[in-house]
Nanobody
């Protein structure tokens, strides 16, 4: 069994910062790509950022220059540093990770339960 647990969401004023964390635990053999998506009310879920096991990152255009994704492979944890937050960043943020639990198998994508980020004055 694999679990992803997010933390760090909350209420912040426009221009403020938050740091999200997501830790993977359970029967893990290897973790490949990790990432963050978000879903705002009434909108489809969208990619925010992804990072490979080697540290290569890609971002949605809407967050480039403001958000930074990073990971600590020793802790099976991915982070999302969010700076200069805007009201349009308000959403539930979900982390994901491609994990295999047995050597040589195809990784499965796992998701966290989501954490609310609200940007409002």
């Amino acid at each position: 069994q694999v679990q992803l647990v997010e933390s760090g969401g909350g209420l912040v004023q426009p221009g403020g910062s938050l740091r999200l964390s997501c830790a993977a635990s359970g029967s893990i053999f290897g973790i490949y790509a990790m990432g963050w998506d978000r879903q705002a009310p009434g909108k489809q879920r969208e990619l925010v950022a992804r990072i490979t096991s080697g540290g290569r990152a890609n971002y949605a255009d809407s967050v480039k220059g403001r958000f930074t994704i990073s990971r600590d492979n020793a802790k099976n944890t991915v982070y999302l540093q969010m700076n200069n937050l805007k009201p349009e960043d308000t959403a539930v943020y979900y982390c994901s990770a491609d994990i295999n639990t047995v050597r040589g198998t195809i990784p499965t994508e796992y998701w966290g339960q989501g954490t609310q980020v609200t940007v409002s004055s």
